[in-house]
C-alpha cells in the first residue's frame, strides 16, 4: 500500500464548476501538506501549503487537511480552462529521516472545458 | 530567472549508453533531489542529497548514481541505460530548514531504444 493514495482521475469538469480533488495518507507523521499544479511538459509548481489540521484560502482555491481522517483536499471554485493541468499532492514529517523529504500522490489530471 | 536549471531537455539513448542530466539551482538551497515520473506512477524519488558532500538514496535508486558536486549542482548518471529507465526526470531543491516544500526544474524527457 502508497503512503499517499490519490485518484489519478482523468477529471473533467465544465467552466465555472467546483472541483474536488482528495489525497488520502497511511503516515500519522505527516505534518506538512502541499499541493502542486504541473502543466503538461512541465515541471510542478507549488500552489497551496498547509500546516496541521485545518483549512487555507487563496483566492479560488482551498485547501483542506483533516488528520484525524488522514485526508486531505483541494477545492477550486469558479474553475477556468486554465486550470488544466495535473494536480498532485504532497506531505511530510517533521523531522527524523524524513526531514524535509516529500511523499507525493500519483497526481490528478484536471480538465476543465469551456 | 531565478531558479532550478536541468540540461538537456530531451535525450535518446540506445540501450546501454551513459549519460549525465545536469541540474544547477541558484537559490542557494542547501538539499537537492531527483525524481522521476511515470504515467500512473506520480514522483518517485531516485536520490537526494540534504547538503553540500552528503547524498542517499531514495525508492528508485537503481541504474543510477549521483554526484554533488558543489552546493549548486546535483547530477544523475545512468551507467548502462535501458528501456525501462524511459521517463520524465525532474530535478528539484529546497532550504533544508523550510517546510515550504520544493522548487522543480522544467525536466529532462529522456527516451531508451
Known amino acids: ?114 | 530567472n531565478a531558479g532550478v536549471t536541468q540540461t538537456p531537455k530531451f535525450q535518446v539513448l540506445k540501450t546501454g549508453q551513459s549519460m549525465t542530466l545536469q541540474c544547477a539551482q541558484d537559490m542557494n538551497h542547501n538539499s537537492m533531489y531527483w525524481y522521476r515520473q511515470d504515467p500512473g506512477m506520480g514522483l518517485r524519488l531516485i536520490y537526494y542529497s540534504a547538503s553540500e558532500g552528503t547524498t542517499d538514496k531514495g525508492e528508485v535508486p537503481n541504474g543510477y548514481n549521483v554526484s554533488r558536486l558543489n552546493k549548486r549542482e546535483f547530477s544523475l548518471r545512468l551507467e548502462s541505460a535501458a528501456p525501462s529507465q524511459t521517463s520524465v526526470y525532474f530535478c528539484a531543491s529546497s532550504d533544508a530548514d523550510t517546510n515550504y516544500g520544493y522548487t522543480f526544474g522544467s525536466g529532462t524527457r529522456l527516451t531508451v531504444v
Open chain 1, 1 to 114: 500500500q502508497k503512503e499517499v493514495e490519490q485518484d489519478p482521475g482523468p477529471l473533467s469538469v465544465p467552466e465555472g464548476a467546483i472541483v474536488s480533488l482528495n489525497c488520502t495518507y497511511s503516515n500519522s507523521a505527516f505534518q506538512y501538506f502541499m499541493w502542486y499544479r504541473q502543466y503538461s511538459r512541465k515541471g510542478p509548481e507549488l500552489l497551496m501549503y498547509t500546516y496541521s489540521s485545518g483549512n487555507k484560502e487563496d483566492g479560488r482555491f482551498t485547501a483542506q487537511v483533516d488528520k484525524s481522517s488522514k485526508y486531505i483536499s483541494l477545492f477550486i471554485r469558479d474553475s477556468q480552462p486554465s486550470d488544466s493541468a495535473t494536480y498532485l499532492c504532497a506531505m511530510k514529517g517533521a523531522g527524523g529521516t524524513s526531514y524535509g523529504k516529500l511523499t507525493f500522490g500519483q497526481g490528478t489530471i484536471l480538465t476543465v472545458h469551456p
